[in-house]
């Protein structure tokens, strides 16, 4: 008889399969990161024509946009993890969860910074409370309240469930940055690629923007990956070094 989903996700997630496997798998996710962003970035800023309109202000888009993209995409894993510890009680799930919040955090702050840098020539102000500016600048609050929460208790359990809950409440914020300059007049430009039209740019600037997301996703992952290696490492010594002192105050 087959294991049950629940037991093949426990399985999946033991903290020794974990570290072997990431182990193996980190080098190769790094360099491929590291390769595949510089060749993105070096595509954008240096060979990719400038746009007829915005000139060499476009450039910025190709840190602005994948960091845009991860910031929605990282807090959409956090609330996936979350739901896998309320739910399921995934032994990974919550050091996962903790790790991303740091790393979207990250990218959310390089999303807003280069969102001014971007807006001051083209809108004349670093900052407007538009729309998708304010809803981005939510997302960030709500990754640095994770941050706090889950490291706001005595008892970590206890911190790991009210980050989550926070993570699952704040997932509302998703759709509104994701449609908010389609359900209000914005000064946030609409989305050049969806899914149901061709994209509203030209090649010789997609496709550098298509490398330099690809990278930006590889090096999150990178990251997020070595973050969750530590805290598992960091957790099995701490429980060593508690049982070693169990043992010797009990000598």
Request: proline share 6%; glycine share 8%.
């Amino acid at each position: 008889m087959s294991s049950s989903p629940t037991r093949s996700l426990h399985r999946f997630a033991n903290p020794g399969q974990f570290l072997r496997l990431s182990g193996a798998i980190l080098p190769y996710l790094s360099v491929a990161a590291l390769v595949t962003m510089a060749a993105g970035l070096g595509w954008g800023l240096f060979v990719s024509p400038a746009d007829y309109q915005q000139g060499d202000a476009v450039r910025i888009m190709y840190v602005h946009v994948p960091s845009a993209w991860l910031a929605s995409a990282g807090y959409t894993g956090l609330a996936v993890c979350s739901v896998m510890s309320l739910i399921w009680r995934h032994p990974l799930a919550d050091l996962a969860a903790a790790e991303i919040s740091p790393v979207g955090a990250g990218f959310t702050a390089l999303c807003l910074a280069t969102g001014s840098l971007w807006g001051k020539p083209m809108w004349g102000a670093w900052w407007v409370w538009d729309a998708r500016l304010t809803s981005v600048l939510v997302l960030f609050f709500l990754y640095i309240g994770h941050i706090a929460l889950v490291r706001a208790f005595d008892d970590p359990t206890r911190g790991y469930r009210a980050g989550a809950i926070l993570a699952l409440v704040g997932v509302v914020n998703l759709p509104i940055i994701k449609f908010s300059v389609e359900w209000w007049n914005t000064l946030h430009q609409p989305a050049s690629i969806t899914l149901t039209g061709a994209p509203a740019m030209a090649p010789a600037i997609l496709w550098p923007l298509l490398v330099s997301a690809i990278g930006y996703t590889l090096v999150f992952a990178a990251i997020v990956v070595a973050r969750t290696r530590a805290a598992v490492m960091e957790r099995r010594i701490r429980a060593l070094l508690m049982a070693r002192a169990a043992s010797e105050g009990g000598a």
